[in-house]
């Protein structure tokens, strides 16, 4: 069973940012991609970015483009996502995933993905 650590979240004020960290403890991430997700209260979970095995394909969600920026260290085994910019609607529980599509060519629904992390809450304060 892979089980994805998230960390990084907080309260940050209108215009702050946020570094956001997923790893996976006994699980190597390097040949799979890695998705993060957001889910606002009474929204559905939503993708926001992917990341192909050694960063080779980037995706974003049109919400997050310009102002969110996902990377990979594998020599870390961590998949972060830096997010600047922060505005109150991007108030979300923040999750990971891996164990769906490896090709990252769009932003696939969540039952794509078979593991997941319990997520970080973030919370924008305008």
């Known amino acids: 069973q892979v089980q994805l650590v998230e960390s990084g979240g907080g309260l940050v004020q209108t215009g702050g940012s946020l570094r956001l960290s997923c790893t996976a403890p006994?699980?190597?991430?390097?040949?799979?991609?890695i998705h993060w997700f957001r889910q606002a209260p009474g929204k559905e979970r939503e993708g926001i970015s992917c990341?192909?095995?050694?960063?080779?394909?980037?995706i974003y969600a049109d919400s997050v483009k310009g102002r969110f920026a996902i990377s990979r260290d594998d020599a870390k085994n961590t998949v972060n996502l830096q997010m600047n910019s922060l505005r109150p609607e991007d108030t979300a529980v923040y999750h990971c995933?891996?164990?769906?599509?490896?090709?990252?060519?769009?932003?696939?629904?969540?039952?794509?993905?078979?593991?997941w992390g319990q997520g970080t809450q973030v919370t924008v304060s305008s």
């Open positions: 006994g699980f190597t991430l390097d040949y799979y991609a």
């Open positions: 990341i192909s095995s050694h960063g080779g394909r980037i």
């Open positions: 995933a891996t164990g769906g599509p490896a090709d990252c060519s769009s932003l696939y629904s969540p039952w794509e993905y078979d593991y």
